[in-house]
């Protein structure tokens, strides 16, 4: 099956359609200027960007939405994490956390899924892990900080794509967003 | 005169009102849950706020939004200012800044007005200054630490009312607000 995501972030493209892809669902970009709205959650930012292109969507489609929510800045930067990396970046974040102990922190995904004419859909994907002390790998945004629970003590950034994408937040979601569609193509 | 000013926070409409008092504009609160988008700039978030209740507004009616822009941080915390006020708050801000050399910001204020009928105008109030070495004073939000340049070595927050008031950026975008008022009622 096809199905389109609104987005304008070529990284997520191509993240997300390697995921999709093993469930022989294939990705088309919908190129959308997206309204995101400030919210202290994921979930209202992606609903109401979905929710502003409707009408325009031309078949199932969905937006993601992001975060980095660090517990010691009381969610900090959440849904403002890539106003807050294109800004402050990663030695920003960094230090912010300087002479703090907790170093926990949550990246989280949001779907909204659409399919003309019926209700809007939300999942969510968690991944749990702490800011590391100091920039590890590549990757984009805050992947060069954040040390996933399940890897051990490599960052997002020091794992290969495929690797990534066995613990992430966004495949989490995204598995989610899998198990909606089997519902709907199984009706 | 009486116009509506849409917002949720009181602190602002104290001082709102203090400052059109002295034109004879009485202020109404019109309490409107905002839906303020996610942009670089105020501008976009003042007008996209305004445009969401411009059908419900009961009269003439602004809302205000406001941000400090910070040089050395390409501009953050700008339109997220009351995000990051409330999770990193005034020391985060300090924390971002520590061995920062440049220590000059700017805090803006963007009015979206608009008089049922009409179209929507945009008035823009800049005060520069800079960011000071440690949190002085009281007052709200990022007052404490920044000093304008018309103050001296004074913070926003040792500023009595209406000290803040001569020189602040909201004084200067009401003031232009107060210009398209005239405007209006002398048609």
């Known amino acids: 099956m096809k199905i389109f995501f609104g987005t304008g972030n070529p990284n997520k493209v191509q993240e997300v359609s390697a995921i999709l892809k093993r469930y022989g669902i294939i990705v088309k970009q919908f190129p959308i200027e997206r309204v995101e709205i400030q919210a202290d959650e994921l979930e209202p930012v992606a609903r109401f960007s979905l929710e502003m292109v409707k009408n325009e969507i031309p078949g199932p489609c969905f937006v993601e939405d992001a975060g980095l929510f660090i517990n010691a800045l009381n969610g900090f930067p959440g849904p ?55 920039i590890r790998g590549s990757g984009w945004g805050f992947d060069p ?17 495929s690797e990534k994408n066995e613990v992430s937040h966004r495949q989490k979601a995204l598995k989610k967003l899998v198990n909606l569609l089997d519902v709907e193509t199984n009706r």
């Open 80 to 134: 403002y994490s890539s106003y807050a990396f294109k800004k402050i970046g990663n030695r920003g974040i960094l230090n912010l956390m300087k002479e703090v102990t907790d170093r926990t922190a949550c990246f989280k995904s949001a779907i909204a899924f659409l399919k003309p004419g019926e209700n809007m859909q939300i999942v969510v994907g968690e991944t749990f892990g702490k800011i590391a002390l100091e």
């Open 145 to 161: 900080i954040f040390v996933p629970e399940e890897s051990g003590q490599k960052t997002y950034g020091e794992m290969t794509p």
